[in-house]
């Protein structure tokens, strides 16, 4: 093009470009656009590891420096996906040894991660800075230990939640006493205890420490000292936070805490003694985000801490909150942007707290920026999501949890369509929604005509029929991840809709209405989307071809390779439908 | 519902909880979530007489209120895989072990429950030093205090650190000890696990 600008200027002008969504729709702009593009992208997310190989990763985006991924499904947090299903990170991880020497950051969710990777990303990449590991699985300390050896400007690492085997606390005294970059430590998920004495060094010389959470085996006694060599720290997660009750432990503790002038937020907090809580109010002004997810405090002690927390952004906070503590809550925190209450008692069979809907209901209420919920209660009244509804017409994730699948509304005993209609009808900027209860047909026609912003719908045990699935396919616009677990929907919806599963990233369904037959067709009129059929039960057609598979997962792929590492209970089917496993 | 502790998943009838059902062959009954069996009909009846929370929340550290359960009752809900979803991982799995059973263990006291029996027993497992030793310690206290049939077989579970019911025998003695939270012992209708063979004396 004779009026572009030169090579150089272009770059310039895409380096401003951070979102995907930007640098995607620059590269379709020309031939020539997309190749500059290519070249001077840095940052790259994968939203599903299959959906993409990554030699076809490689070949367009030469000169990565971060990449982001993500892994098994949903559901898989749930125990829904078997157990070597897949996601492994290897692969990925060799690959880019080889074509990124200058890789930097490597974040992950949902994958397997090997010791073997972990040592391979700790001697590839010489400037490697940061490490997330969300939900991760496969490794263990002495993976942390080659990471923590080899990397020299280590400035994070964070193993949320993954699920690590702790062979030891040695791993964090491999860091080298050159190390001093660390700016983020999350080793939350850990069991084991380290050497305090090295993590009292390694915190002393790390000067940009912003993010320290420590695992629950480091006590109460060892936070002030901690915490006392990084006054500097935004977001602190405790260990264990209790103590036998003595005054100089409270106040060495209540003297470190106010030095951190800069503390936004606060967890960890295992078994908690509800008479330290008050050492951390000084800084409690300050605090956005306080996670208290672990913690078994009582209603009016949760109360006590929480009007200090006058500028309380996020709040998860387990069941023992109460309603009273939520109405607390409500009256005090009237910045209160996303709110999560998990149940302290999941199985039990009777309400071990008086934790109803009208907890929610109050913080709807009350709290005019709420935007993002999760709620597990244990009863919910068309009545209360109305009035939710019309309270906060901001949401944008909405996630309710009843404990008993399908209850009805317990006033009236019908079904709690009308009251997720009107949650849906309400909050016209809806991007997730889970839903529980008793549910029809009629809920999802509500969501298919009204939901058009929704990106992520969580089902489970609801639906009458097919009418249902067909509702949300050819309704939901914005739809890009589906997952339906125990509803009776089938063949018609999913076939009637296979076009529409090309635009979304993903669709789950386990225990539904799904035949083998249906799965083959859809693989054969498909061909960029892998059709995978989950069932430990043995091959499909040894069953007839009527029968309901287990699970079955469909997402997009660019990739027209089958999965080489597909497990023996998963079933991929290619284009001329000929069953291949391995 | 009968908790099956075999290998194979339990094979329930059809239960539609009003789905409509055209089409369709079969519906298959979900797995039971074999891990909240602390909770279900194992200890059946007998739960009620039993005041181990009680005792555990005594044990518990300073300040924490009591939690009061409620005998479960069999008309609870059902139990479905992952459900409720909340987060499947080993620390939130955890729940069901007392908070002291969940930290580094203090103190090398197991409570120890047979099925069958009402009251529990708690052993201290510096007595021991072998698996056999155990055992046979544990045949004789069952066998002083309650009635049980000769020949009878029973199968020993316990209750590891990371809230997870195994069957004994699967780790070094040493290593056991390390881990072990709870034990409990099963009438054998499996021909599985560790067996104990009962005999009165």
Known sequence: MAYSFPEEVLEHVFSFLSSDRDRNA??????????????????????????????????????????????????????????????????????????????????????????????????????????????????????????????RHLRELDLRESEVEDLSGHWLSHFPDSCTSLVSLNMSCLGSEVSFSALERLVARSPN?????????????????????????????????????????????????????????????????????????????????LNLSYAAIPSSDLVKLINQCQNLQRLWVLDYIEDSGLDALAASC????????????????????????????????????????????????????????KNRPNFIRFRLCIIDPQAP????????????GAIVENCKELRRLSMTGLLTDRVFKYIGSHAKKLEMLSVAFAGDSDLGLHHVLSGCDSLRKLEIRDCPFGDKALLANAAKLETMRSLWMSSCF???????????????????????????????????????YVYRTVDSRQRLDRPDFVWTLDEDSSLRYS | MELELGLALPNHSANNNGFETENHKEYRQKRVFLEDHSATGVEGTTLSLLSWSGVAEMEDGVGRPPKYRKPHDDGGPRRFEGWPPTDSSPRRRR??????????????????????????????????????????????MFAKYSKIESGEEYTLLYLDKEGDWMLVGDLDWEEFVESVRRVKMLKNDNKMGFRLLLSKN
């Open chain 1, 209 to 289: 420490l912003r993010t320290l959470r420590l695992n629950r085996a480091v006590p109460l006694e060892r936070l002030a000292n901690l915490i006392r060599r990084a006054p500097q720290l935004v977001e602190l997660g405790t260990g264990a936070y209790s103590a036998e009750i003595r005054s100089d432990t409270f106040s060495n503790l209540a003297d470190a805490f106010s030095a951190c002038k800069q503390l936004k937020t606060l967890s960890g907090f295992w078994d908690v003694v509800p008479s330290y809580l008050p050492a951390m109010y000084s800084v409690c002004s300050g605090i956005t985000s």
């Open chain 1, 514 to 552: 799904v035949s083998f037959g249906a799965c083959k067709l859809l693989a054969q009129k498909m061909p960029r989307l892998n059709v995978e059929v989950i069932d430990e039960r043995g091959p499909p057609e040894s069953r007839p071809e009527g029968c309901s598979v287990e699970r079955v």
């Open chain 1, 409 to 420: 509304d317990y006033l009236t005993l019908e079904p709690l369509d009308t009251g997720f």
């Open chain 2, 95 to 140: 729940s069901h072990l007392t908070a002291t059973e969940q930290v580094v263990r203090k103190s090398m006291h197991v409570k120890v429950k047979m099925e069958g029996v009402a009251i529990g027993r708690k052993v201290d497992l510096r007595d021991f030093d072998s698996y056999h030793d155990l055992t046979s310690t544990l045949m004789d």
């Open chain 1, 26 to 151: 620059v590269s379709l702009v020309c031939k020539s656009w997309y190749d500059i593009e290519r070249w001077c992208r840095r940052r790259i997310f994968v939203g599903n590891c299959y959906a993409v190989s990554p030699e076809i990763v490689i070949r367009r985006f030469p000169e990565l420096r971060a990449v982001e991924m993500k892994g098994k499904p949903h559901f898989a947090d749930f125990n829904l996906v078997p157990e070597g299903w897949g996601a492994y990170a290897y692969p990925w991880i060799a690959a880019m040894a080889e074509a990124y020497p200058f890789l930097e950051e490597i974040k992950l969710k949902r994958m397997v991660v090997t010791d073997e990777s972990l040592e391979l990303i700790s001697k590839s990449y010489k400037n490697f800075k940061v490490l997330v590991l969300t939900s991760c699985e496969g490794f263990t300390t002495d993976g942390l230990a080659s990471i923590a050896a080899n990397c």
């Open chain 1, 334 to 389: 009237k910045g209160l942007q996303e709110l999560r209450v998990f149940p302290s008692d999941p199985f039990g069979a009777e309400p071990n707290v008086p934790l109803t809907e009208q907890g929610l209901v109050s913080v709807s209420e009350g709290c005019p920026k709420l935007e993002s919920v999760l709620y597990f209660c244990r009863q919910m009244s068309n009545a209360a999501l109305i009035a939710i509804a």
